[in-house]
């Protein structure tokens, strides 16, 4: 499964890239991007787990940039 999710105040692309690589190390996460241009976030996951990956997703980029917000719709 394959989704994308809007991101709300990305600041820089090295934030993006230290998010990016977080969440590829994630259980389930068969490929990761976090796009600082568009302030996308792109998550390929098995469907079994993507809800979960998806919450561990938001955790990481919290930790990175605690002001970015991810749009869940």
């Known amino acids: ?4 999710f809007k991101l709300e105040d990305l600041d820089c692309a ?3 890239a230290k998010m990016e690589a977080a969440i590829n ?3 389930g996460v068969q490929k990761a991007t976090v796009s600082f241009m ?3 976030m792109t998550i390929e996951a098995d469907e079994a787990v993507f809800d979960e990956v998806v919450q561990a997703a ?3 980029i919290a930790k990175v940039e ?3 917000r ?3 719709k």
């Open 66 to 68: 605690p002001d970015c």
């Open 58 to 60: 938001v955790k990481c």
């Open 14 to 16: 090295n934030c993006a």
């Open 38 to 40: 568009t302030q996308k």
């Open 25 to 27: 190390k994630l259980d």
């Open 1 to 4: 499964m394959k989704k994308t």
């Open 70 to 72: 991810v749009l869940l």
